[in-house]
């Protein structure tokens, strides 16, 4: 589809697993962003890949959690080391260029025991 | 940190009538987006607008900018049942901040 694809949809892992989420942003968009969504709220911004520059890693929470990039295409998020705070849901998104209306996928549902 | 704040948090109108969510921040934007969520799916954009805009229309929707009151509101008109979901706000100063919504509920 010409849409963002995430994968898995939903992930149930034990505590102290890693974890790798996976993004396909829509072909063409230069920038791309990850957010965790916790039930009932709103979106908490994790890291922004902007073409080749350095991404933007201001909203990782902690050193477990890193993500890249290839060029303008795939994007995976990793968790290491799960904790039970890191149940949520990991959406992406991407855009043509920063700041201009963002494309979500239907995220990852993420769920630790 | 938290740009956008909507209000209310819950709207819970019947089919027909009007709904009618609000959006406060506290910095300068370069422009505000709104964005639906279905349950259990990512956001969708609706509207983007900018910061020398005061008003937006896109079919049942009329979007608003008071840039001396950093407010903006997103009005729904004759509203569906399928309008239920919940209505974010989006600022863009360095990067694109989402308030924490506001959940619609349109009964039939």
């Known amino acids: 589809g010409a849409g963002v694809s995430q994968s898995p949809s939903n992930k149930v892992t034990e505590k102290g697993k890693d974890v790798e989420l996976r993004c396909d942003p829509i072909?063409?968009?230069?920038?791309l962003y990850w957010y965790r969504q916790r039930l009932g709220q709103g979106l908490e911004f994790l890291i922004y890949f902007q073409g080749n520059s350095a991404p933007d890693k201001s909203g990782l929470p902690s050193d477990r959690f890193s993500a890249e990039r290839t060029g303008e295409s795939v994007s995976t998020l990793t968790i290491q080391r799960t904790q039970q705070e890191d149940s949520a849901v990991y959406l992406c998104?991407?855009?043509?260029?920063?700041?201009?209306?963002?494309?979500f996928g239907d995220g990852t549902r993420l769920s630790i025991l | 940190s938290q740009q956008g704040e909507e209000d209310p948090q819950a709207l819970s109108i019947q089919e027909g009538e009007n709904a009618t969510m609000n959006c406060s921040y506290k910095?300068?934007?370069?422009?505000l987006q709104w964005y639906r969520q279905n349950s259990g799916r990512g956001l969708v954009h609706l509207i983007l607008?900018?910061?020398?805009?005061r008003e937006k229309h896109s079919g049942r929707l009329r979007v608003t900018l008071d840039t001396s009151k950093k407010s903006s509101s997103l009005l729904i008109t004759a509203s569906r049942a399928a309008d239920t979901a919940s209505y974010f706000c989006?600022?863009?100063?360095?990067?694109?901040?989402f308030g924490k919504g506001t959940k619609l509920t349109v009964n039939p």
């Open positions: 998104a991407s855009s043509l260029l920063e700041g201009q209306p963002q494309h």
């Open positions: 989006a600022t863009l100063s360095e990067k694109l901040v």
């Open positions: 072909s063409g968009h230069t920038a």
């Open positions: 607008i900018r910061s020398n805009e």
């Open positions: 910095t300068s934007i370069n422009n």
